[in-house]
């Protein structure tokens, strides 16, 4: 059986898709049963699936958005056909998939779709995106929050399958750090104490603009020496981000980070006072588990899949509520019992999620699709 793994929409291992790729294909072993060949652009032969040896087919000559589009609408079953593939696995498949699948096909969905449908301003695309998915073998979701918005989309229940991304516990792990007051992370060093809060700049749901707001509110009602870390890539929303930062009187207390690389995210969460999360609608929360993961508290708004994938192990918050974002950054803050509660719930929940798990379950979704 021979798997063929699409890296195109993946952004290089530089956004969630990515570290989802890398971490899932670093999992992927060749055996005599089995064998997987990753394809896509040239950059990403030396950042997906190298570590394990898999062979990469490189298609250089696509590139830019609507050329890639089109390549999947009109191209790639006929390439999928002519590399022998028994299944492929569409990583990016709120993005890019064919209009029908003549090689088996699984795609992978770690967006809310019916957000990104609500995004796009070119109805054709989203009919076509709408009718990719429903022709597709199997959806792969990380939570059950994407599920139901799928099968409101008209994609049947029987196939969608959920699994639960990772955590790679090799890295997130508690940790002790060498200095009490300063995470020394080149080229940053960050003063402590700190809350964190790891996302992309690239929309108005993420809340990072209302984060800062309470944050400012938290300063001026507790006098902490609290910083505020946003480490994530700037998007389209990040002129917003940067001046609500410049606009507040806590100011010198925010520090942007931008592109932050993902295996420094362990340091960067185990030296803080705990990991904010306020972003609404998400699909998959990866960064609220592995900050539990790296024996750190949590505290997320009460929205999308973050209940169903943090539990009863994070303080939950109302992300249009200032007041209610800045108790709890208070609580976090100052209160032992409740540290001490969500820490050691956190590092138990966080154990059920790994990589390995993964792997073995989109290998079982890819052998199914293949003998059909």
């Not at 950042?47 to 250089?60: C, D, M, P, R, V």
């Not at 995004?119 to 989203?126: G, I, R, T």
């Not at 690389?261 to 990866?286: K, M």
């Not at 108790?327 to 966080?350: F, H, Q, S, V």
Request: proline share 4%; net charge neutral.
């Amino acid at each position: 059986m021979k798997v063929g793994i699409d890296t195109f929409g993946c952004n290089h291992g530089r956004s969630g898709l990515g570290s989802y790729l890398s971490s899932l294909t670093a999992n992927f072993q060749n055996t005599d049963e089995i064998t997987y060949e990753l394809f896509g652009a040239e950059i990403d032969r030396y950042i997906f699936g190298s570590e394990q040896n898999l062979t990469y087919k490189a298609l250089s000559s696509v590139e830019g958005l609507f050329p890639l589009r089109f390549w999947h609408k009109c191209f790639a079953n006929s390439f999928a056909h002519r590399q022998s593939y028994d299944a492929v696995l569409y990583a990016a498949g709120a993005h890019y998939l064919p209009s029908s699948f003549r090689v088996p096909g699984v795609a992978v969905v770690n967006d809310v779709v019916s957000n990104l449908l609500a995004e796009n301003k070119a109805k054709v695309l989203s009919v076509s995106i709408q009718r990719s998915l429903k022709k597709a073998d199997r959806v792969i979701v990380p939570s059950q929050f994407i599920r139901k918005d799928l099968e409101k989309l008209g994609v049947k229940n029987e196939k969608i399958v959920v699994i639960h991304n990772g955590i790679n516990h090799s890295l997130f792990y508690p940790q002790e750090l060498l200095s009490p007051s300063l995470v020394d992370i080149k080229p940053f060093a960050i003063q402590r104490p700190y809350f964190i809060y790891a996302s992309r700049l690239n929309a108005s749901s993420k809340k990072h603009v209302e984060l800062i707001k309470a944050f400012t509110l938290f300063k001026d009602k507790t006098h902490l020496p609290h910083r505020l870390v946003l480490a994530g890539s700037d998007g389209p929303y990040s002129d917003e981000v940067h001046k609500a930062a410049f606009a507040s009187h806590a100011a010198s207390d925010i520090f942007i980070t931008g592109f932050f690389p993902h295996e420094n995210f362990p340091a960067l969460y185990s030296g803080s006072d705990g990991c904010l999360f306020p972003a609404v609608g998400e699909g998959v929360g990866l960064p609220v588990l592995e900050a539990m993961a790296t024996g750190v508290p949590v505290a997320c708004a009460k929205s999308g899949a973050l209940p169903e994938i943090a539990g009863n192990n994070a303080l939950y918050f109302d992300a249009d509520n200032i007041e209610d974002i800045a108790l709890a950054m208070e609580t976090l803050a100052l209160d032992k019992a409740e540290r001490e509660r969500l820490i050691a719930g956190g590092i138990a929940w966080t154990k059920r999620f790994s990589w390995e798990k993964t792997a073995e379950m989109t290998t079982a979704v890819l052998r199914e699709v293949a003998a059909r």
